[in-house]
């Protein structure tokens, strides 16, 4: 299974030598709110939706010292906004209180702000610090678990086990390739298996359309020929930007 999990993870990272995190950020704070702001919807709608958000509150004390209802109908589009609202206004006067207005680098102090688990500690650490950090979201659980890399379902124990088959220094970008392939290819309902790259690796061949013309039709985002997440993709993103909010 090892041997097999690790050949999945190369061949991935030839499939997708692009693999990156799917919000727009420019520094470790729009990260952080970014992620928080990505819990029960889309990144799509996530990066639609923040560069309102970091105009009106470009830092955390901004952040801090926002108007809860004014907050709350920018974040709106993303659901949740009463619950989201109290956790970045809770967040952003930790940082502002407790970390001299910088997000911190560490994980034990990432998990003690308001809204922030490991998941979201991990996405920030990964990719705005360098430190290796494993995100299990509903798209990794989903695959692993498909792999039969494990048949945990607690995202904690699964973290464990998938830290314990890969190399420290390959967490990071193992997040963003399976996320990727989770979205693009390996579907839950209506997995792409006849159009699969790691078909001949996966345990599961053939829980999703076989047939290769039908399968090319359920492929997402650049690998259907259709625009990421990103509003501001990296420059080496093969397919196109997203829309604006409201664009046609």
Not at 55 to 72: G, H, I, L, R
Not at 123 to 148: C, E, Q, S
Not at 205 to 224: F, N, S, V, W
Request: hydrophobic share 40%; glycine share 8%.
């Amino acid at each position: 299974m090892v041997r097999r999990a690790r050949r999945i993870n190369r061949e991935l990272a030839e499939v997708y030598p692009y693999a990156h995190p799917e919000l727009d950020f420019r520094n470790p704070f729009e990260l952080l709110v970014a992620t928080v702001l990505s819990a029960q919807t889309t990144d799509l709608r996530v990066n639609q939706t923040t560069p309102a958000l970091f105009a009106a509150y470009p830092t955390p004390e901004d952040m801090a010292a926002a108007v809860p209802e004014e907050m709350e109908e920018l974040i709106r589009p993303t659901g949740f906004f009463r619950a989201k609202t109290k956790s970045l206004l809770g967040l952003s006067a930790a940082l502002r209180d407790d970390f001299g207005g910088e997000v911190p680098g560490r994980l034990e102090d990432l998990v003690k702000l308001p809204g922030v688990g490991r998941k979201t500690a991990n996405v920030v650490l990964g990719n705005a610090f360098g430190v290796p950090g494993i995100t299990v979201d509903t798209h990794f659980g989903r695959l692993v678990r498909r792999w039969k890399w494990t048949d945990e379902e607690d995202p904690v124990k699964v973290e464990a086990v998938i830290a314990d088959i890969f190399p420290k220094s390959e967490w990071t970008m193992l997040s963003h390739r399976v996320i990727f392939h989770g979205r693009r290819i390996c579907h839950s309902r209506k997995p792409a298996c006849g159009a699969c790259p790691i078909a001949p690796l996966c345990p599961s061949y053939g829980e999703g359309e076989t047939d290769p013309e039908k399968a090319r039709k359920l492929l997402k985002y650049e690998m259907g020929g259709y625009p990421g997440q990103r509003l501001s993709p990296p420059p080496d993103f093969p397919g196109k930007p997203a829309p604006a909010l409201g664009a046609v």
